[in-house]
């Protein structure tokens, strides 16, 4: 990587900024100052500014707690996006691993690692995602079952994974998927003839909503991070 490269990542700097530090002398690399913002790096050089040495932003991993009305995507025209929620800056931008729906609440996890929201996300994974539904019409009697058996939904050609039901009262149910399709919970009610009326998400594998109100986020501890 180049120097003034390495420079930007390190810091919150711009380009300019890192050429204009390196110019200066307040840059080195194994105790020699480097005037060229073009010298090469290896992945381990330890570089010093100012005297101390400067480290890389490692990946970013966080869960917020979505409020409804707010969208899981970068950019909208119409909503409000769920990055805006989450003032700091960060030099890695950010993608959701995972969406919800812009009438869904509850935990969504960003991240700035690519191999990581994939390890969340894929079906391949079996991470379990659970959400709190409330229905229009009370469950039906064969709904744990055919959960269990897998649900073949409008458009596609295979059937849902097992899907855990448990039923709370007649209109308002627990549903643990180790998926995400395509506004999959709303379309698995739909398939038993029910409609969702509200939903909510309470846990992406180990991580779940507590100590955050809506609108609030924190960084995922290390162990979160590892577990999946
Ligand atoms: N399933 C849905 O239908 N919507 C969501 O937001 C999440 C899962």
Redesign the pocket.
């Known amino acids: 990587m180049r120097l003034d490269k390495f420079l930007c990542e390190a810091t919150s700097w711009s380009r300019a900024e890192a050429k204009k530090a390196i110019a200066r002398g307040r840059v080195a690399h194994a105790g020699n100052t480097i005037t060229d913002p073009g010298y090469k790096l290896s992945n381990d050089a330890k570089i010093a500014l100012d005297g101390a040495t400067l480290a890389l932003q490692g990946p970013v991993y966080i869960a917020l707690y979505k409020p409804e009305g707010y969208i899981?995507a970068t950019q909208d025209e119409v909503y409000p996006c769920v990055l805006h929620l989450i003032e700091q800056a960060h030099q890695q931008p950010l993608h959701p691993a995972?969406?919800?729906?812009?009438?869904?609440t509850g935990l969504v996890l960003l991240t700035s690692d690519g191999q990581w929201s994939h390890r969340v996300t894929s079906p391949k994974k079996h991470c379990h995602?659970v959400?709190h539904v409330e229905l229009a019409e009370p469950i039906c009697a064969d709904a744990q079952a055919q959960c269990e058996a897998g649900i073949l939904l409008h458009n596609e050609t295979k059937p849902t994974r097992p899907a855990k039901l448990d039923i709370l009262t007649p209109t308002q149910v627990r549903i643990t998927?180790q998926e995400?399709?395509?506004?999959?919970?709303?379309?698995?009610f739909a398939a038993l003839n029910n409609k969702?009326i509200k939903?909510h998400?309470a846990s992406v594998g180990p991580v779940d909503l507590t100590g955050l109100n809506e609108g609030e986020w924190r960084y995922l501890t290390p162990a979160e991070v590892a577990a999946f």
């Open positions: 899981c995972g969406r919800l729906d812009v009438d869904t995602k959400y998927l995400g399709k395509y506004h999959q919970v709303k379309r698995m969702v939903l998400r």
